[in-house]
């Protein structure tokens, strides 16, 4: 972040619009490069013409003359055009862009499903199926709003992807270069040298001393845009952490994840100006996508400076804003998995929840080993949980019907939760569904599809925080108020249910979870 007189004028800049509107307008970014405002990072990046290097917003050099500056909407577009990313501001490890978590329209799910690593494995073809576009359509519009298309995206995300496992590990180049994505050395070699002017070794000299030695494990610090709050993000996740799945250990939340070419660990630890990430996987192959899950379980491409500008605008709001600013919405890392303890979670308490689901887990996870810790399995998948046997599910026999049939549906394809997915459609369809009230719909639509509009008038928590404001508590009434919270209603909910005392908005202080 820019000194105070920089931070005071990024944030005139920035008054009244939206973050992801700042490449469209050349005299807004030519101020936010001139503040070094760091919130603006992976929103847009500045190219230089008489150096050809691009940057991040941010970058702590002196800022080059406005009439040498080019601004790109994506680094992939940067790269294209013939620049090759700044040796000191690293623009290579900005936040995502909070575009692509705020929108659901083609852009955006083709830009999650990218970094979710569907290019990687399927190629355009596939993450076109996904999306139910043809080739044409998808480049076309990436294209235009980005200027790259999927497959310049993708080389972006793995070159990210290989100066991570250069900087933090000591494998071979080789080894290196097949776990990025890259199909072959020479294009892995070619493309570091014309990203980043350095060859693989070269970047491997110049990384600070931080690698660590262990096979498999990796040491990384994901950015975010401040300020971030992590009381409320810690807390809800590891109040409701599964047992064998899930825990609180040493100060840090730590879970399991299913993962495309094996499973992994991650430790996820709260700093002042990053998350601490221990990740250990059994394929290295499973690197940016491990990355990309754990960043929208944390919701770290958020932009809080627009969200807490506009719910600040609501005087009853505005005092919580100004106690807690930067709360985030806890989000998942498998979408199926939290549709399934979103439905067990129905009309009982945390601890009931994880007791139930923990059964789950026990009974159809796959086992893993965990030598740092408590952790048992993964999560079972749809297709695990098809055979399950209603009369064991200590539910009422309503609930074991939603249950089953959620996972059918799940595991034939029929509803799908995944980056791709389209937020009213999935609400239709999810509706659908029998035991799927207005409830568990919005808790599916914030948690796991990651709508920062999804809302839940009905929540108990949240008319009891209403009331405790003086509003009235009527999901009519509260609908009606959160139409000022639009597009950012997930988050007001965030700051609602921390009025109240419970475990889910305090970090834990101590572990691992009991």
């Not at 070419?261 to 002042?272: C, E, R």
């Amino acid at each position: 972040m820019g000194d105070a007189g920089c931070m005071s004028t990024a944030q005139n800049v920035a008054h009244g619009e939206r973050l992801g509107e700042m490449h469209l307008d050349e005299e807004r970014c030519v101020r936010a490069v001139q503040a070094k405002d760091s919130r603006f990072d992976g929103v847009f990046f500045t190219a230089v013409t008489t150096t050809r290097i691009y940057c991040r917003p941010g970058c702590p050099v002196v800022p080059p003359k406005p009439g040498n500056m080019r601004f790109y909407p994506s680094a992939a577009a940067c790269q294209q055009a013939g620049y090759r990313a700044c040796k000191r501001c690293r623009p290579d490890t900005s936040p995502g862009s909070p575009e692509w978590d705020r929108r659901a329209d083609l852009v955006a799910r083709a830009m999650r499903l990218i970094g979710d690593g569907v290019v990687d494995r399927d190629g355009v073809p596939g993450l076109a199926a996904r999306l139910g576009y043809s080739t044409r359509q998808i480049e076309r519009q990436l294209l235009a709003e980005l200027g790259a298309g999927p497959l310049a995206l993708a080389r972006a995300q793995r070159a990210q992807t290989a100066r991570l496992l250069i900087e933090t590990s000591e494998l071979p180049m080789s080894d290196v270069a097949f776990a990025a994505g890259f199909s072959s050395i020479r294009a892995f070699n070619d493309t570091v040298k014309e990203v980043f002017a350095l060859s693989p070794s070269d970047l491997r000299v110049r990384a600070p001393r931080r690698r660590t030695a262990t096979p498999g494990v990796l040491a990384l610090r994901l950015p975010f845009r401040p300020p971030l709050n992590p009381s409320n993000l810690f807390g809800h996740l590891a109040a409701t952490a599964v047992p064998g799945v899930e825990e609180w250990r040493d100060g840090s939340y730590r879970r399991t994840l299913r993962l495309p070419h094996g499973h992994g660990i991650v430790a996820l630890t709260p700093g002042p100006d990053h998350i601490g990430c221990r990740l250990t996987l059994t394929d290295l192959r499973d690197l940016a996508v491990a990355i990309s899950r754990c960043r929208r379980l944390l919701d770290l491409d958020a932009d809080p400076v627009a969200v807490d500008g506009q719910l600040r605008a609501d005087p009853l709001l505005a005092p919580l804003v100004d106690a807690g600013a930067g709360r985030r919405v806890p989000r998942t890392v498998d979408e199926a998995e939290f549709a399934v303890r979103a439905v067990l979670g129905q009309q009982v308490s945390t601890a009931a929840a994880r007791t139930h689901a923990a059964r789950l887990v026990s009974a159809h996870g796959d086992p893993v080993e965990d030598a740092e810790g408590g952790l048992t399995h993964l999560f079972p998948t749809p297709e695990a949980l098809v055979s399950l046997d209603q009369e064991k599910l200590a539910l009422p026999r309503s609930r074991r019907v939603t249950v089953t049939t959620l996972v059918r549906h799940l595991a034939e394809g029929g509803l799908t939760l995944g980056p791709e997915s389209d937020w009213d459609e999935t609400r239709v369809r999810l509706a659908a569904l029998p035991g799927f009230g207005p409830w568990t719909v919005e808790a599916i639509a914030m948690r796991a599809l990651g709508d920062p509009d999804a809302f839940l008038p009905t929540d108990l928590g949240l008319r009891r925080a209403a009331q405790g404001l003086g509003l009235r508590s009527t999901p009519a009434a509260l609908t009606a108020r959160a139409a000022a919270w639009r597009p950012w209603r997930a988050y007001a909910t965030q700051y609602l249910w921390a009025t109240d005392d419970h475990p889910i908005n305090v970090l834990p202080t101590e572990g691992p979870t009991p």
